[in-house]
T-cell receptor
Framework: AQSVTQLDSQVPVFEEAPVELRCNYS??????LFWYVQYPNQGLQLLLKYLSGSTLVKGINGFEAEFNKSQTSFHLRKPSVHISDTAEYFCAVRVSGGSYIPTFGRGTSLIVHP | DGGITQSPKYLFRKEGQNVTLSCEQN?????MYWYRQDPGQGLRLIYYSQIVNDFQKGDIAEGYSVSREKKESFPLTVTSAQKNPTAFYLC?????????????FGPGTRLTVL
């Protein structure tokens, strides 16, 4: 079975600073990886996904993530954050065979200070 | 616009009462899911359905029931057997349960037991 670890439950950062939200996964088979964002009292919205090919994936709102197979990581980055990026971010993994149900991390709360 | 709707947005229930949460999608997706979200716990899968008239238990199905009589609809009933039902409930759908398909989420229903 696969699992996902989001190493930081909360990440405070000042506006216009860079940020990295960390995600590590464990799986014995090939995986598909996703990052979602959740604003307060709303559902989740897809930021980006890695299916195959280039390990650097660009998403919406200026976010990008890099798939590192050897380190089993899929960290999310943004070079300059805005106040509006304050939200909860979830990493999710789905295996390419067997159980198709995604596994979500516990989430990282990004708090952007002015 | 295609999407997922959940109603109501806020729901209050007295202990001992059953309550049904609505989830409708017009994305023509085969797969639908119900998640429960508690602070700091990420998303936990309650039930999922791959096709009409078929559904499977997730990780925390006890005290919940579902039906899938129509492709567009996947209502969740929280029964009086659920010991701690106060939570944020999210419905999601995907084209199929295959791993490379991302999930689309509804806006959620916040259930409070009084």
């Amino acid at each position: 079975a696969q699992s996902v670890t989001q190493l930081d439950s909360q990440v405070p950062v000042f506006e216009e600073a860079p940020v990295e939200l960390r995600c590590n996964y464990s799986s014995s088979v090939s995986v598909y990886l996703f990052w979602y964002v959740q604003y307060p009292n709303q559902g989740l919205q897809l930021l980006l996904k890695y299916l195959s090919g280039s390990t650097l994936v660009k998403g919406i709102n200026g976010f990008e993530a890099e798939f590192n197979k050897s380190q089993t990581s899929f960290h999310l980055r943004k070079p300059s954050v805005h106040i509006s990026d304050t939200a909860e971010y979830f990493c999710a993994v789905r295996v390419s065979g067997g159980s198709y149900i995604p596994t979500f991390g516990r989430g990282t709360s990004l708090i952007v200070h002015p | 616009d295609g999407g997922i709707t959940q109603s109501p947005k806020y729901l209050f229930r007295k202990e001992g009462q059953n309550v049904t949460l609505s989830c409708e999608q017009n994305l023509n997706h085969d797969a639908m899911y119900w998640y429960r979200q508690d602070p700091g716990q990420g998303l936990r899968l309650i039930y999922y359905s791959q096709i009409v008239n078929d559904f499977q238990k997730g990780d925390i199905a006890e005290g919940y029931s579902v039906s899938r009589e129509k492709k567009e609809s996947f209502p969740l009933t929280v029964t009086s057997a659920q010991k701690n039902p106060t939570a944020f409930y999210l419905c999601a759908s995907s084209i199929s349960v295959r791993g490379y398909n991302e999930q689309f989420f509804g806006p959620g229903t916040r259930l409070t037991v009084l």
